[in-house]
């Protein structure tokens, strides 16, 4: 499979791009443009953005075609062999999960404008680009050449984000045997030996977790805007993270959470990049692809993006608990807790996920995933006096299912938390993943075993506080769950 992309208009946001199928042996062929993107579990119908769409045979005559759906094309390739498919792709979305060109820098998420051949997805694709000779790529895929670049199946090339500019910033540093880059699209004020610091001891930490970093090479690719943004993408051996407000950039709160983010999103690079859900294994690009599962996939990434950055020393304890109250006010904000289970909220993702939606309907499954984690964490390591903790039921997803090529459900995650925390726990998924109204004081309770309180202001704001009076029991534990030695 090939492509040759092109820049066609960058006053107005468009891609050129041109699909060549080759080796065709059949009377039709049907391709298909993905309708969601991994990392955002709801519909996109990515083909609205498509414009001058053409088949052409190898001899550049105009092929018949149909659309068999929104997103799905019937091509006729009766005694054709090959096949060009032409069209431009709307790019005009400079978050970090989409698409964007103009004068200054192209940036491509490819799942939104690259299609796959039915029943051809796991034959590998060469990537073309007609680009400036100043301008460099910044990406996971194998670079064949200056401007050219290699994926060996659709899903890896749907995976593979991209920036190209001849502004790019690259700085390597390696952890393990892993060669990690750190790119930059945009003006920044960091200080790159802090950062290359910082990132190497939260990405240690996580390696703890599950025993080994599963790449040889990972990428940050960092776009930085002028105005407001915040919004991070996990990818296979890449991260996309936008971050904005010039004015703000140069505090310590705005460098802490650009590591809050990319902490989160470098978890990812296991947690549902790897392990992975029954439902999602593999991806289905036409349709929803339905999972009760998000308070393990989002959920406990939230809770361990922030706790890898605690225990590893690069937050203190006061910036970790400014970082969870901050989450506990969303958490009390919403109404919707007491109306609808977070497990139930997951599978609505792909209904109204994403938005506000119908106030007090629903909840979120990074925040109300994030409570039940603690409270899935503290237990097991209370009940087990500090020896194991929700790091060993991720290890046991990561190494038994994820590298035996399985995906796993909610009966292998409950029996994961049973066999550290040695006790049952239907109560909790009763209670705290298809139950309503309960996290808080599950959460209440967890705290208080670890020498912790939450603090409720006249406005029932939450804070959380570390107690001035606990016993050696709750000094032993909170170490254990912190990594800060009393």
């Given at each position: 499979?090939?492509?040759?992309?092109?820049?066609?208009d960058?006053?107005?946001?468009?891609?050129?791009?041109?699909?060549?199928?080759?080796?065709?042996?059949?009377?039709?062929?049907?391709?298909?443009l993905?309708?969601?993107?991994?990392?955002?579990?709801?519909?996109q119908?990515?083909a609205?953005n498509?414009r001058?769409?053409?088949v052409?045979?190898?001899?550049?005559?105009?092929?018949?075609?149909r659309?068999?759906?929104?997103?799905?094309w019937?091509?006729?390739?009766?005694?054709?062999?090959?096949?060009?498919?032409?069209y431009q792709?709307?790019?005009?979305?400079?978050?970090?999960g989409?698409c964007?060109?103009d004068?200054?820098?192209?940036?491509?998420?490819?799942?939104?404008?690259?299609?796959?051949?039915?029943?051809?997805?796991?034959?590998?694709?060469?990537?073309?680009?007609?680009?400036?000779?100043?301008?460099?790529?910044?990406?996971?895929?194998?670079?064949?050449?200056k401007?050219?670049?290699?994926?060996?199946?659709?899903?890896?090339?749907?995976?593979?984000?991209?920036?190209?500019?001849?502004?790019?910033q690259?700085?390597?540093?390696?952890v393990?045997q892993?060669q990690m880059?750190?790119?930059?699209?945009?003006?920044h004020p960091?200080?790159?030996?802090?950062l290359?610091?910082d990132?190497?001891?939260?990405?240690?930490k996580q390696?703890?977790?599950?025993?080994d970093?599963?790449?040889s090479?990972?990428h940050?690719?960092?776009?930085?805007?002028?105005t407001?943004a915040?919004?991070?993408?996990?990818?296979?051996?890449s991260?996309?993270?936008a971050?904005?407000q010039?004015?703000?950039?140069?505090?310590e709160?705005?460098?802490?959470d650009?590591?809050a983010?990319?902490?989160h999103?470098l978890?990812?690079?296991?947690?549902i990049?790897?392990?992975?859900?029954?439902?999602?294994?593999?991806?289905?690009?036409t349709?929803?692809?339905?999972s009760?599962?998000?308070?393990?996939?989002?959920?406990?990434?939230?809770?361990?993006?922030?706790?890898?950055?605690?225990?590893?020393?690069?937050?203190?304890?006061e910036?970790?608990?400014?970082?969870?109250?901050?989450?506990?006010?969303?958490?009390?904000?919403?109404?919707?807790?007491?109306n609808?289970?977070v497990?139930e909220?997951?599978w609505?993702?792909w209904?109204?996920?994403?938005?506000?939606?119908?106030?007090?309907?629903k909840?979120?499954?990074?925040?109300?995933?994030?409570?039940?984690?603690?409270?899935?964490?503290i237990t097991?390591?209370?009940?087990?006096n500090?020896?194991?903790?929700?790091?060993?039921?991720?290890?046991?997803?990561?190494?038994?299912?994820?590298?035996?090529?399985?995906?796993?459900?909610?009966?292998?995650?409950?029996?994961?938390?049973?066999?550290?925390?040695?006790?049952?726990?239907?109560?909790?998924?009763?209670?705290f993943?298809?139950g309503k109204?309960?996290?808080?004081?599950g959460?209440?309770?967890?705290?208080?075993?670890?020498?912790?309180?939450?603090r409720?202001?006249?406005?029932?704001?939450?804070?959380?506080?570390k107690?001035?009076?606990?016993?050696?029991?709750q000094?032993?534990l909170?170490?254990?769950?912190?990594?800060?030695?009393?």
């Amino acid at each position: 499979m090939h492509y040759q992309i092109s820049i066609a208009d960058t006053q107005n946001h468009f891609l050129q791009l041109t699909y060549t199928i080759p080796h065709i042996h059949q009377d039709s062929i049907e391709v298909q443009l993905p309708a969601w993107r991994p990392g955002r579990y709801e519909l996109q119908n990515f083909a609205k953005n498509v414009r001058c769409f053409n088949v052409f045979d190898e001899k550049g005559n105009a092929i018949a075609y149909r659309k068999l759906t929104k997103d799905r094309w019937q091509i006729d390739t009766k005694g054709i062999s090959s096949v060009k498919i032409s069209y431009q792709y709307y790019s005009n979305q400079p978050d970090a999960g989409a698409c964007f060109v103009d004068e200054n820098y192209l940036y491509i998420n490819p799942v939104h404008c690259f299609m796959y051949t039915e029943g051809r997805a796991d034959e590998g694709y060469t990537l073309d680009f007609l680009l400036p000779d100043d301008y460099q790529i910044a990406t996971q895929m194998k670079q064949a050449g200056k401007h050219q670049l290699e994926a060996p199946n659709f899903d890896y090339l749907a995976d593979s984000p991209l920036f190209a500019s001849n502004a790019l910033q690259h700085h390597t540093f390696t952890v393990e045997q892993t060669q990690m880059h750190i790119w930059f699209q945009g003006e920044h004020p960091f200080d790159i030996e802090r950062l290359v610091k910082d990132t190497t001891d939260y990405t240690l930490k996580q390696i703890e977790v599950f025993g080994d970093l599963p790449c040889s090479d990972y990428h940050f690719l960092y776009l930085m805007h002028k105005t407001p943004a915040r919004h991070g993408v996990e990818h296979l051996d890449s991260t996309v993270i936008a971050m904005g407000q010039t004015l703000e950039q140069t505090t310590e709160e705005y460098y802490h959470d650009l590591l809050a983010i990319s902490s989160h999103e470098l978890f990812h690079l296991w947690n549902i990049k790897r392990i992975r859900p029954n439902d999602m294994l593999p991806y289905d690009f036409t349709k929803e692809n339905y999972s009760t599962l998000g308070y393990v996939y989002e959920g406990v990434t939230t809770y361990y993006g922030d706790l890898m950055l605690l225990q590893s020393g690069v937050w203190n304890w006061e910036q970790y608990a400014a970082s969870f109250t901050g989450d506990l006010k969303r958490h009390t904000s919403n109404p919707g807790r007491f109306n609808y289970s977070v497990a139930e909220s997951s599978w609505d993702t792909w209904l109204d996920g994403y938005v506000p939606g119908v106030t007090g309907r629903k909840v979120s499954i990074y925040i109300e995933g994030m409570i039940a984690a603690v409270i899935a964490d503290i237990t097991i390591i209370k009940n087990s006096n500090g020896k194991y903790s929700l790091h060993n039921v991720l290890h046991d997803l990561y190494q038994q299912y994820y590298k035996h090529n399985k995906g796993y459900d909610e009966t292998i995650y409950r029996e994961l938390l049973e066999k550290y925390a040695g006790e049952s726990f239907e109560s909790y998924f009763q209670s705290f993943i298809w139950g309503k109204g309960k996290l808080q004081k599950g959460l209440e309770t967890a705290l208080d075993e670890v020498g912790c309180a939450l603090r409720e202001d006249i406005n029932a704001n939450l804070t959380l506080i570390k107690l001035d009076e606990t016993s050696a029991l709750q000094k032993q534990l909170f170490a254990k769950w912190t990594n800060i030695a009393e």
